[in-house]
């Protein structure tokens, strides 16, 4: 069975701190794709990143960066030098192969205090 | 069209009214998500459309919601004889590999 695990429910830092959202996934397959997206408070969910299973190169966009580990089954995402417009929720998701239906996790609420 | 369209954006109903949702998904794209999100919460997997397979609907929390896809494109959530706790945002998103986009959802509350 596949599932998503996002054990951090809340989080907050102080502006301009580093903050890393944990996810742990688990898939029966070889091939998988993984995702995460921000959902800030006016509700939209936002696309951020794809990986695939087969590139396990980490992944740096500005002050955001992306640590896959096949090894540990975990996806985590880095933000550096956090902003208040970084605080949302951000949800971490897995799709098997590309007939399967992504599967999210719970979701962290990350909280940037000025 | 350039994204998810949902329709409407926001629905206020009486209890035991029946509510129609639609969502216009990405033009091509053959997969087509529905999800419902209660306040403060993460996000409940309601039914998922896939080309032209039997959709997975084991998601859908009771007999009085369905949903249907006309054409492998416009979809329609319904739900019959509403209850208080449907009350939340209603999501739909649509992929045509891997990657779902989102539509802005629709709030419904019931009354």
């Known amino acids: 069975a596949q599932k998503v695990t996002q054990a951090q429910t809340e989080i907050s830092v102080v502006e301009k701190e580093d903050v890393t959202l944990d996810c742990v996934y688990e898939?029966?397959?070889?091939?998988?794709?993984l995702f995460w997206y921000k959902q800030p408070p006016s509700g939209e969910l936002v696309f951020l990143i794809r990986?695939?299973?087969?590139?396990?190169q980490n992944e740096i966009s500005g002050r955001y960066s992306w640590n896959f580990q096949k090894s540990t089954s975990s996806f985590n995402f880095t933000i550096t030098a956090s902003q208040v417009v970084d605080s949302a929720v951000y949800f971490c998701a897995l799709i098997q192969n590309r007939d399967d239906k992504i599967i999210f996790g719970k979701g962290t609420r990350l909280h940037i205090l000025p | 069209g350039a994204g998810v369209s949902q329709s409407p954006s926001n629905k206020v109903t009486e209890k035991g009214k029946d509510v129609e949702l639609r969502c216009d998904p990405i033009s091509g794209h053959t997969a087509l998500y529905w999800y419902r999100q209660s306040l403060g919460q993460g996000l409940e997997f309601l039914i998922y459309?896939?080309?032209?397979?039997?959709?997975?609907k084991s998601g859908l929390p009771s007999d009085r919601f369905s949903a249907e896809r006309t054409g492998g494109s416009v979809s329609t959530l319904t739900i019959q004889r509403t209850q208080q706790e449907d009350s939340a945002v209603y999501l739909c998103?649509?992929?045509?590999?891997?990657?779902?986009?989102f539509g802005q959802g629709t709030r419904l509350t019931v009354v």
């Open positions: 898939t029966r397959d070889t091939t998988y794709y």
């Open positions: 998103a649509s992929s045509l590999f891997d990657e779902a986009f």
């Open positions: 459309f896939q080309g032209n397979s039997a959709p997975d």
């Open positions: 990986r695939n299973s087969f590139d396990e």
